[in-house]
């Protein structure tokens, strides 16, 4: 399973580079990534900075965050010992509302903890709840 789901996560970080407003073959991009990593500097005229400075980090970013979030789901569905437990089931989504609203109404949605503002107070509103649901 997990060499399937591997090569899935490839055909998907691949098609996730090729297509774009300019499509880049699949081949063309295994060329490019393969010369970037083996230390060569970009080819000038070519699809290099698109492969390699725009679409490429993106692509990695986004599975990146997915796996988090698959990571965090699981491990808040076994803390509460519920398979079906989500943000939305447990108010912490709502939680993340209460902070977000509370900063801009207290006047702190600017600066916020640590220059974080709205962010930072829905995450801790969040967090809050999620608090008070586990205990």
């Known amino acids: ?55 490429v980090p993106r692509a990695l970013l986004a599975a990146i965050v997915g796996a988090g979030l698959g990571l965090v789901g699981t491990a808040v569905q076994a803390l509460v010992r519920n398979p079906l437990a989500d943000p939305y089931l447990l108010g912490i989504s709502n939680g993340a509302s209460l902070g977000a609203v509370a900063a801009i109404v207290l006047g702190a949605g600017a600066g916020g903890v640590l220059g974080l503002g709205l962010s930072g107070a829905a995450f801790a509103g969040a967090l809050a709840t999620f608090g008070l649901v586990w205990a």
């Open 1 to 55: 399973m997990a060499v399937v789901l591997g090569a899935a996560l490839l055909v998907a970080l691949t098609a996730a580079v090729s297509w774009g407003s300019t499509d880049i073959p699949p081949g063309q991009v295994w060329s490019v990534v393969g010369r970037r990593l083996a230390g060569e500097a970009p080819r000038p005229g070519t699809n290099d900075l698109i492969v390699w400075q725009l679409r």
